[in-house]
């Protein structure tokens, strides 16, 4: 285990690198940050001496350098538009985000897994049609109009909830449940589709034969095997929502990184793009970490291999 | 195409039935419930920062003046006392400005002469280099305290416009950020405005309170809650659910539908954001674009630039239909604009009169300038920085289509559009314009480039008029108000004469209110809590 995590750890250190260098690429290609501060309504010497100030008058390579000496020294810049550090920025919104992110996983993970089962043991069944159905709806439908409408079927119309803004637990119904929409589906049809895969086996047949209920062959033999697949594929959707879920974020005003990070791309705001790049990078590493392990839990077949 | 399988039809009609909703749902919704809640005010995006001299931007400025003043008050209707009672010039290069007694900050400390000085310096970077306001005080070679209640400001060269640049620097607490640093007290502010700082969560709400001590006139409104609400459609549906009191930035769509609903109100008000047409007058003939190279990147390759001919200038004026392109495109929205800056500003000449929409004599002009048969040409704007730019900037390539002008749009990012232009990757580009303060404006939209001395930045297409550049040395220092303002007709008049721009309209600003809510929409586009009374109090 102790090689394992050595490996992995100097793994994320050439990943930082590699991600630091083409965000860093991609943004000095996207345009001018001064220009976006000052407006048009700037004068030429303020454009000329808030270019010295940002260091956006030397060279790319020398920029990247010292961009890369301050980040060792835990300095990734002060935010163009703030003027307060850029990781500070970042940090602050986590909170707000692991709220959303992790509501809106635990939304999607308990209710698709009952789900996913149910639709399995129907197969062409009419519940098992409208699972699918229901899921490709939810798959299919953008976020922004997924989000608009809760706002105006439940905050508008209805007025159960509050529209946007977080607070308590009622302004995070909306954006959690919006958000867990696409999971939910991706997953319902994930559990389904390994269900069935795994019903077909000969050693559910053993078990069924052996004269085992049939709760016990579907929980306890058919769906554990059915979950790697799954794990994979809710850690990567858990680190995309906590990079930030960037346009439920907007739509509900949610003050989190992924609000952050589209101002932040928009206003070109490069130390806070960069250091949301640093901790997305990190939460992507960590979370891959976690479900390498959980791996193990659930087959045992991992941990000897 | 395979026919569509029952899943994917069953979700097609879901996404139908919901999507016809969305209007309906506007329409229905009723009067707000009164709640217990605190008056809020949700803008688009949130403060910067809560330092009233570290970021110049409409947003945060709007934010900060509820708990800032300056010596000189941008109220509705002009210039107005602020934490001066009064100002002067004494002689061309002196001012003299007294100062309001008796004032006290939300922590207490009294406002002095010394504050007053030592925030003056501040804006100009002294112990704070990350001022933004630096540009508003290049006016002031020094301050002196003459005594407790007077203030002396020595321009060095004759300077008139020293109390519009006042208006602009907040005065803070000198003494409270020497002991709690810059960095805390952008975080937790303390003026002498109207309203105290209460709390502040970041993208999510800032909290005031009204100030009892105040020098002025107390707010109605006890508390109130600003929140940032980035998606236009949130912020209206924020309004119509009854969150919301008052919502920045109504989009002209919204306002339409929210102009139906008889819970609310929506006020417009016309600002001094002007959007306008600029042309490349300098480069004689097209081709591709080369940094500082001589050809005119919007024109085919080898073909003369009509731009440089007035008559064409004017042609293009006279082929578009401001009025109706601000029906269509704007939903109404906006209002046709003669110049560069808003009527009730300082040097506006009322006697301009935009060219009539009128295409006969279009295509006529463009004959006599020897473009009988029209010619192509590209139209650079920006699709996500003024009010539907994108799509009008495509509506004018139209009007120009149908007297020969065969107009390509080119629509960008503000992010590239902006840089492209500053390097001259242009032939004509729609842009906008926004500030009151004339002086500003002509050296940097019409007088001749000269990077050295800092002029001429926005006068891209390289417009030179010797008369111009005169006009503008000239007012600049004219201390008599009636001779600087003939002196900024006169230079508009030639300026708009020449077509050194064509200005098209200006925008509006739509704020949507609750119905009880009383208000007067500002065309500097801030919102003050302290300017709103409500119906049935006070």
């Known amino acids: 285990m102790p090689t394992f995590l050595l490996k992995r750890l100097i793994q994320s250190l050439a990943v930082f690198l590699g991600v630091s260098l083409v965000i860093f690429l991609m943004l000095r290609t996207a345009g001018d940050p001064v220009q976006i501060l000052l407006g048009e309504e700037g004068t030429q010497h303020d454009v000329a001496r808030l270019r010295e100030a940002l260091g956006l008058d030397r060279s790319l390579p020398v920029q990247y350098l010292l961009f890369l000496r301050n980040a060792l020294r835990g300095d990734l810049g002060v935010s163009y538009h703030h003027g307060v550090p850029a990781m500070e920025l970042v940090l602050e919104r986590v909170p707000a985000t692991l709220e959303l992110a992790g509501a809106a996983m635990l939304i999607a993970v308990v209710l698709a897994i009952p789900l996913g089962v149910i639709a399995a043991n129907h197969r062409g069944g009419p519940l098992d049609r409208f699972f699918l159905s229901g899921s490709l709806v939810g798959i299919s439908a953008p976020p922004f109009w997924v989000g608009i409408v809760c706002i105006l079927v439940f905050g508008v119309v209805f007025r159960w909830l509050p529209t946007s803004g977080r607070g308590g637990w009622e302004h995070l119904i909306l954006p959690a449940g919006s958000l867990a929409l696409y999971r939910l589906a991706l997953f319902i049809r ?24 049939e709760r016990a062959v579907v929980f306890k033999h058919a769906l554990k095997n059915t979950l790697i697949p799954f794990i994979t594929i809710a850690g990567l959707q858990m680190g995309s929502l906590l990079a930030g879920a960037v346009v439920t974020e907007r739509v509900f005003a949610w003050p989190g990184m992924g609000r952050l990070i589209l101002d932040s791309i928009q206003k070109l705001d490069y130390p806070v793009v960069m250091s949301w790049a640093l901790v997305t990078a990190a939460i992507f590493i960590l979370i891959n970490l976690i479900v390498d392990v959980s791996y193990s839990f659930v087959d045992p077949r991992v941990r000897s291999g | 195409m395979a026919r569509p399988t029952r899943p994917l039809r069953s979700a097609a009609r879901a996404l139908l039935r919901w999507s016809g909703i969305l209007p309906v749902a506007l329409l229905l919704a009723g009067a707000p419930a009164e709640g217990a809640r605190k008056f809020t005010i949700a803008f688009q995006g949130d403060a910067a920062t809560l330092d009233p001299q570290g970021r110049n931007e409409t947003t945060t400025i709007s934010i900060q ?15 107005e006392p602020g ?154 549906a924020g309004l119509i659910s009854g969150e919301t009191d008052v919502v920045w930035g109504v989009s002209p769509v919204d306002a339409r539908t929210l102009e139906k609903n008889p819970g609310v109100k929506v006020l417009r008000t016309i600002t001094q954001r002007n959007i306008y047409l600029a042309f490349d007058h300098w480069r004689k003939e097209g081709g591709a674009f080369k940094k500082g190279g001589s050809h005119s990147p919007g024109l085919p390759a080898g073909k003369p630039n009509p731009f440089q001919n007035l008559k064409v200038r004017q042609a293009v004026a006279h082929a578009l239909n401001v009025p109706e392109l601000l029906h269509t495109v704007m939903h109404g929205s906006g209002a046709p604009a003669t110049q560069l800056a808003p009527p009730p500003s300082f040097g506006y000449n009322k006697r301009l009169a935009p060219l009539p929409f009128d295409p006969p004599r279009a295509k006529k002009l463009l004959a006599e300038a020897g473009f009988p048969a029209g010619f192509q040409m590209r139209l650079d704007c920006s699709n996500d920085r003024y009010i539907n730019d994108g799509p009008m900037c495509e509506a004018i390539s139209g009007m120009l289509r149908k007297v020969g002008i065969v107009a390509t749009p080119n629509p960008r990012t503000k992010a590239v559009f902006f840089p492209a232009l500053d390097n001259g990757d242009f032939t004509v580009y729609q842009a906008g314009w926004g500030t009151d303060s004339v002086g500003p404006t002509f050296s940097a939209v019409f007088h001749t480039q000269d990077a050295k001395k800092g002029v001429g930045r926005i006068n891209r297409g390289h417009y030179s008029n010797k008369e111009v550049d005169g006009l503008i040395a000239k007012a600049s220092s004219e201390m008599d108000d009636a001779k600087r303002q003939a002196m900024w007709e006169k230079a508009w008049e030639i300026v708009i004469g020449e077509l050194a721009v064509l200005p098209l309209y200006q925008q509006e600003a739509i704020i949507g209110v609750q119905k009880n809510v009383r208000l007067k929409p500002r065309f500097n586009e801030w919102i003050l809590a302290q300017e709103i009374t409500l119906a049935g109090r006070n």
Request: glycine share 8%; aromatic share 10%.
């Open chain 2, 83 to 236: 934490l001066a009672t009064s100002w002067k010039a004494v002689s061309p290069t002196k001012w003299l400005i007294k100062l309001r007694q008796g004032v006290r900050f939300h922590d207490g400390t009294p406002f002095t002469a010394k504050v007053a000085k030592e925030s003056l310096l501040r804006a100009q970077g002294k112990g704070f280099p990350k001022s933004q306001m630096k540009h508003f005080t290049k006016g002031i070679k020094a301050i002196r305290a003459v005594d407790a209640s007077t203030l002396e400001i020595d321009t060095g060269v004759p300077w008139p416009t020293l109390h519009e640049d006042l208006a602009n620097i907040a005065i803070v607490p000198i003494d409270y950020i020497k002991k709690v640093g810059d960095a805390n007290f952008a975080r937790k502010p303390v003026g002498t405005g109207p309203y105290k700082f209460a709390e502040w969560v970041k993208d999510d709400h800032i909290d005031l309170e009204a100030f009892p001590g105040y020098w002025g006139k107390a707010p109605t409104l006890k508390e109130v809650r600003i929140r940032p609400v980035p998606v236009d459609a949130a912020r209206t």
């Open chain 2, 65 to 79: 003046m509820h708990m800032f003043d300056t010596l000189v008050f941008r109220g509705i209707d002009g210039l």
């Open chain 1, 190 to 213: 994930l559990v389904r589709s390994g269900m069935l895969d795994v019903l077909g086996q000969d050693y559910v047949r053993t078990a069924r034969s052996k004269g085992l209920a």
